[in-house]
C-alpha cells in the first residue's frame, strides 16, 4: 500500500535552517509529482512547493521562494524540503503529497516549530 | 496572488443536503479538486477534475463546476461527514496550486 512518512521536524529558532525528508513505498515513486503542503496550528492548509517526477521542473509558492529548496532522490524514493531563513510564520505541520488527479495520497506530517 | 474563497461554516442536519461553494476567477480554466480533513487526521481527496468521485468515496459526495464557481455536495448528510472541507486549483499559469480557506462543515 502507498505510504508516506514525513521526518525531520523539530524546533528551531528564527533563521535557522532545517532540512525534512519524506521516505515513499507503496508506488513507484519516480513516476509522480509530489509536492511539500503545510498546516500552521489552527489554520487551512498551504501549498509550498511542487517538483516534477524527474525533479527538472519545480514551483514554489511566494511566501517560501528563495529559503526553500525541494529536491528528490528517486533511487532512494525520498523527497525532500530544504528550509532556510525560517520565520515565525513558517510554524506548521508539514506534509508531502503525492499528486495523481489532485493530492491523493498524504503523509501524517512532521511539525517545525520556529520559535526562540 | 490568486485566491479561492469558501464560506467559513455550513450546518446541516443529518440526512440533509450540505453544499459548499468555492470561487476562483481562475475556475473556468483549471479543475477543483475537494478534500476532507478530520481533526488530527491529513487530509483525504473526495472530488477530483471538478466532479470526480476517486474509489472509496461514497456515493453522496459530488462535485459540479459553474463558471467562476465549484460546488461540493453531499447529500444525505452523516455524523462522519463532519469535518474541514478545502477546495484546491491552480491560477491561470498552472504553475501556482492554491488552496480555499477551509469551510467547517458541522453536522447538527
Known amino acids: 500500500q502507498v505510504q508516506l512518512v514525513e521526518s525531520g521536524g523539530g524546533l528551531v529558532k528564527p533563521g535557522g535552517s532545517l532540512k525534512l525528508s519524506c521516505a515513499a513505498s507503496?508506488?513507484?515513486?519516480?513516476?509522480?509529482?509530489m509536492n511539500w503542503i503545510r498546516q500552521a496550528p489552527g489554520k487551512g492548509l498551504e501549498w509550498v512547493s511542487y517538483?516534477?517526477?524527474?525533479?527538472?521542473?519545480?514551483y514554489y509558492a511566494d511566501s517560501v521562494k528563495g529559503r526553500f529548496t525541494v529536491s528528490r532522490d528517486n533511487a532512494k524514493n525520498s523527497l525532500y524540503l530544504q528550509m532556510n531563513s525560517l520565520r515565525a510564520e513558517d510554524t506548521a505541520v508539514y506534509y508531502c503529497?503525492?499528486?495523481?488527479?489532485?493530492?491523493?495520497?498524504w503523509g501524517q506530517g512532521t511539525l517545525v516549530t520556529v520559535s526562540s | 496572488s490568486y485566491e479561492l474563497t469558501q464560506p467559513p461554516s455550513v450546518s446541516v442536519s443529518p440526512g440533509q443536503t450540505a453544499r459548499i461553494t468555492c470561487s476562483g476567477d481562475?475556475?473556468?480554466?483549471?479543475?477543483a479538486y475537494w478534500y476532507q480533513q478530520k481533526p488530527g487526521q491529513a487530509p483525504v481527496v473526495v472530488i477530483c477534475?471538478?466532479?470526480e468521485r476517486p474509489s472509496g468515496i461514497p456515493e453522496r459526495f459530488s462535485g459540479s463546476s459553474s463558471g467562476t464557481i465549484v460546488t461540493l455536495t453531499i447529500s444525505g448528510v452523516q455524523a462522519e461527514d463532519e469535518a474541514d472541507y478545502y477546495c484546491?486549483?491552480?491560477?491561470?499559469?498552472?504553475?501556482?496550486?492554491?488552496f480555499g480557506g477551509g469551510t467547517k462543515l458541522t453536522v447538527l
Open positions: 503529497a503525492r499528486e495523481s488527479s489532485g493530492f491523493d495520497f
Open positions: 507503496g508506488f513507484t515513486f519516480s513516476d509522480y509529482y
Open positions: 517538483i516534477s517526477s524527474s525533479g527538472n521542473t519545480i
Open positions: 481562475a475556475l473556468p480554466t483549471q479543475y
Open positions: 477534475k471538478d466532479s
Open positions: 484546491q486549483s491552480a491560477d491561470n499559469s498552472g504553475t501556482d496550486w492554491v
